[in-house]
Every structure is written in structure tokens, then in C-alpha cells.
């Protein structure tokens, strides 16, 4: 009798586990955070989308989702505002990548007050202000240096400001998942207009930003425009554009890097500046890449890929803030299909090879002038290129730096086959009939 009391409460408990509850605001709580306060991890608290709340929320420890019902368009019209009254969103309690946030535009937050006199001494210092990452232990005695790492998704964070981290902020053992997200027009008085990551102290974890774009926010004091990293932070970058931010130290208006902190870029567009692409100002030495990405210089960055471009990314419309491509950007199809997420910024499919940066072109990396179609493959390529078309072209195949390359070329029945095996690695323009019809290749 006592066993099978004992299967039946297990059997309760396993239920309770498997049920999570949706709590809808404001149907049901009139606030976010009232819902928040009444969620169990597991749980979603569903946000009816176009309307402005006004508030400030914070996770308190909660693995739980704060979503709206279609995240990628609600992000545009579903609103929280902070008020200029702190950080619009915090993660403070050792939240983990099931906490999570999508579907919001975040604004008006100008940060929150950490405590920094542990580490050497500082002073407090404000952070975050649109988003916080940190640890309890920069704001109480709690010995533990376990951060806060959720996962923040489909928003829009757009004018906020702090010293540190004027879009988001990440602190002390924090590492967290930052996609298909646009961070833009923030401010920092101190370091990292855009996001500041701070305090990691060890490799155990990296800062994701996937599918990101961080456009026009602004830094003054230390520098940063786009993304600092300092003390032991490391950030990958993946098919994120960043663009048009500005440091007004004139350190690192892209990216600034200290103390055995390190970035990898790949499949990535960072244009609009006229500095370095990476400030270095010192402390432990650890080396950043970047490969399958087009940046206006490489300086800074001391690994560096062959698949890594120069060269205008041809953006829609970038004075009035379009950043997607336009058709004949030689950023498209250029990426690596390596660890690249399935989808853009704005929901659509990558497919193929996918483009550089965070948004996805609705063309192909051939331009047909002509009206003629071609079919050029493998892409990328190991030693025979074979290209089908309907007429006679005249091939032409240059480096990065407009170098013309010699090559073998054959003619057979209805394609072209041209022998690539004694070029070195790296990304080639292959230019058919007076550049009417232009593609990447890469070996």
C-alpha cells in the first residue's frame, strides 16, 4: 500500500511538471509584470500585441516566456516603455536561456545602478538601458558570480541610454542569445552605444547575437559605438550587420575589444565607419576572426578568412535605414551555410548559401541583364566550375582585388567548364558576357 502511495504521487507530479500555464496580459493581469509575479517556470505570459505598456519588468529569476502572438510583426507595434525610469528589462537572478523575451519594441530605459565595487574597487555605474544582463552579486552580497543568460528574441530596442550598454548590457558570467533583433539608436555616455558585455572572466561561455542588427547608436567616453568587450567576453557574430554607429572617443565606432576579450564574425556585413573595424586597447592578448563577411577595413582583426569582402554591400535605402541588399550586391549568397540559422531577421528563409548580414535578399547573386538564364555550380567551388547557358559568353574571373586570374576554359556541348584547381582559396568574381551577369564563386 505504501508503494503504490507512493507511484501515485509521482504520477501527480509528473503531470504538474508537464503543464504549463498561458497567462495573458490584459485579459487576465492588468500589467507584464503582474503576470510575471504570478508565472512558475515553464510558463508563458501572452501580451496582446499593438498597444503601449508602460512599464518596467523585471525576470526575477523566472525561466518563463514573455511573448506577443506573432513576434516578428508585433515587435513593430507592441510596446514597452520604460519611462526613463531604469532598465526597460531586467534578467538580475540567474535567469537561463528558457527565460525568455520576443515580439517587443523596448524604449525609454536609461539603466540601471550596479555595484562595481568589488572588482578593483570602482565605483557604481549605470547599465543597461534598454536590457540587463547580470549576476545577483553585482547588486548584493551574494558570493555567487552566476549570471543571467536569456534568450531575447524578434525585438526592436531603440533609444535607451546608460553609461555602459545603451542598448543592452551583459554582466559577470552572463552569456546570452541574442536573435532576429534590431538594436539601434541607443546611447552610451561611457562604452558600447549599442550592447556592452563585461565581466565574463573565463571561456565557459560565449555571447550569441545571430541574425542582429546594431545601426546608429552612439558612444562617448571610452568607445564602442556597435559592441564593447572587455574582460574575458567573448561574442560571436553571426549573419549580424552592423552599421552606422559612431564613437565620439573615435575608438572603435564598430567594435572595441580589452583584456582577453575576443569577437568571431562570420557571415556578416559591418559598414558606415571610417576608423578601424576593431579598437584594441590591450590587456590580454586573445585573436578575433572574421571570414565569410564584408567589412569597409579588416584592421584590428588579426585573423582574417579568405571569404572576407570589402566591398560595397549595395543597401536598399541605408539613408532612410534599409540595410536589407539590393539585387546585384555581391554580398548575396556569399555566406557559409556553417552553424547559420535557418531564417533573417525578418522570418525568411535562407536558402542555398545564405546572404551576409541579418536580412536575406528575395534575388539570386546573378544579375541577368540579359533576360538569359545561367546555371553556374558547385558553389563553392574545389576544382571544375561547370556553367550551363543559353548563349556564348565571354568568361572573366577576378580576385577580391580586381585581379584578373588565368584560367582554363573548355566548351562543351550546352556549358562551359573551367578549371579553378590551381587558384588559391578564397572568394572570386566570375563576370559572363561584358558583367552582364556577375556571381561569387568561392574556393
Known sequence: MKLRNTLIAALILQGHVLTAATLKVPMQYSTIQSAINAAVPGDTVLVEPNTTYYENIDFIGKDITVRTPNPVNDRHT????????????????????????????????????????????????????????????????????????????NMIIANNTAEYGGGVSVWLHSFPIIENTIITDNNSTVAGGGLACYENFSTIGTVVLRNVEISRNITGGLGGGGVIANYSSRVSMMNCTVVDNVSLSGYGEVLFRANGSNFEIYNSILWGFTSDILYDQGGVPVLSSIDYSDAENIYGITNVGPATLSINPLFVNASNNNYRLSPGSLCINAGTTVNAPLNDLDGNPRNGNPDLGAYESETTGINEASGNSISLYPNPVQDKIYLDADENLDIRITNASGQLMDCQINQQPGKKVINVSGMAQGVYFIDCGNNSHTKFIKL
Not at 85 to 90: A, C, H, L, W
Not at 94 to 119: C, D, L, P
Not at 135 to 148: I, R, Y
Open 78 to 153: 507592441t510596446i514597452i516603455d520604460g519611462g526613463l525610469n531604469g532598465s526597460v528589462v531586467k534578467f538580475i537572478n540567474q535567469e537561463t536561456n528558457n527565460a525568455k523575451i520576443e515580439g517587443f519594441t523596448v524604449t525609454n530605459g536609461t539603466g540601471t545602478i550596479r555595484n562595481w565595487s568589488y572588482y578593483m574597487g570602482f565605483p557604481p555605474v549605470v547599465a543597461g538601458g534598454g536590457i540587463i544582463c547580470d549576476s545577483p552579486h553585482a547588486f548584493t552580497s551574494n558570493p555567487s558570480v552566476v549570471g543571467s543568460s536569456p534568450t531575447i528574441s
